[in-house]
């Protein structure tokens, strides 16, 4: 009899069985397992994209910045009130009343700093100081043998020009017993790179400001300086080749004076200085490759009026 497609047993048809279904369940967890290995992998991966905050920096000690003293005093638009108050400062001053002039003008610039007040109370404390008037800061000197100009000068912290004029002095010659009339000086100067001014202090208050031409984008360094040379008519090196450029040539740049400053806190910082211009127009803004620039008639005045080892504050 002819046997049917299927020949095999009953036992070993569901054997057979058995075997599929178990391989079919290895296959299954096979698959389960590598499903797990490529979603553990995923998360793997997924974690080493988060944004973990990097280990913060241990905080570093910032340097104390260096105190650069009172911010320069900015001029404002004063009420009619204190217009009315510099008019009658204006008048003092024509009819020869110094001293009532600089009191009424000390107290608006100290309350209401009126650009026409701080002028005129610059008009006034130079008057006053080359006058034969005693002031805050004046006093006479009973000359001693053995004295010179350049010694007293040292002495009061002042300069020779100052004390001539002061007295009325057409030479250097001075003599025993006589009396000089001498500023017992404490001048400073602060420089505003912002308001391009320079403002020459008696101690903590203004006696006279200056405009000035400060460096192109803000090339004049923000520190403290002092005066350590001071040259009548100087020469100028150009920067290209180092050539001197001796005074009255046209190309020199530094007008008719030169005061060279050093920072004492920055030695790096070299080339700077106070001086002249015959460049009107560059005055009262960024105009200098990085020096003070003044109108040659107010250098000739400041040179005359402060000594070597002057401090000069320059800030923003």
């Not at 008009?123 to 010694?151: H, M, T």
């Not at 400001?209 to 040259?231: L, Q, W």
């Amino acid at each position: 009899m002819a046997k049917p497609i299927y020949a095999g047993s009953y036992n070993n048809r569901g054997g057979g069985r058995w075997k599929t279904v178990f391989v079919v369940i290895i296959l299954i967890q096979v698959a389960l397992v590598a499903a797990y290995l490529i979603w553990s992998r995923g998360e793997k991966a997924d974690s080493e994209n988060v944004d973990v905050p990097a280990p913060s920096a241990p905080e570093l000690m910032e340097p104390a910045p260096l105190d650069l003293g009172p911010a320069p005093i900015t001029a404002v638009e004063a009420s009619p009130a204190v217009k009315a108050r510099i008019s009658d400062a204006r008048s003092a001053l024509v009819a020869g009343q110094l001293t009532d002039a600089k009191t009424i003008l000390d107290r608006i610039v100290a309350d209401t700093p009126d650009a026409e007040a701080i002028k005129l109370l610059g008009e006034v404390n130079i008057k006053l100081l080359k006058s034969p008037v005693l002031i805050p800061g004046k006093e006479y000197y009973a000359i001693q043998s053995g004295d010179y100009l350049q010694k007293i000068a040292k002495k009061y912290n002042t300069t020779v020009p100052l004390i001539k004029t002061m007295n009325g002095m057409e030479t250097d010659t001075i003599r025993a017993g006589a009396r000089l009339m001498v500023y017992n000086g404490d001048f400073n100067l602060r420089v505003s790179k912002g308001q391009n001014t320079l403002d020459l202090m008696a101690g903590d208050a203004l006696f006279k400001r200056y405009s000035v031409g400060t460096g192109k984008f803000g090339k004049t360094p923000a520190v403290a300086f002092e005066i350590v040379d001071k040259i009548t008519e100087p020469p100028w090196t150009r920067p290209s080749d180092n050539k001197q450029i001796e005074y009255g040539d046209e190309e020199n740049v530094l007008g008719t004076r030169w005061m060279k400053i050093v920072s004492a806190e920055h030695p790096e910082i070299t080339g700077f200085g106070i001086h002249g211009t015959w460049e009107r127009g560059s005055i009262g803004q960024q105009s200098s490759a990085g020096c003070i620039r003044m109108l040659n008639e107010d250098v000739e005045e400041l040179f005359d009026l402060v000594p070597r080892k002057t401090t000069v504050i320059i800030t923003e």
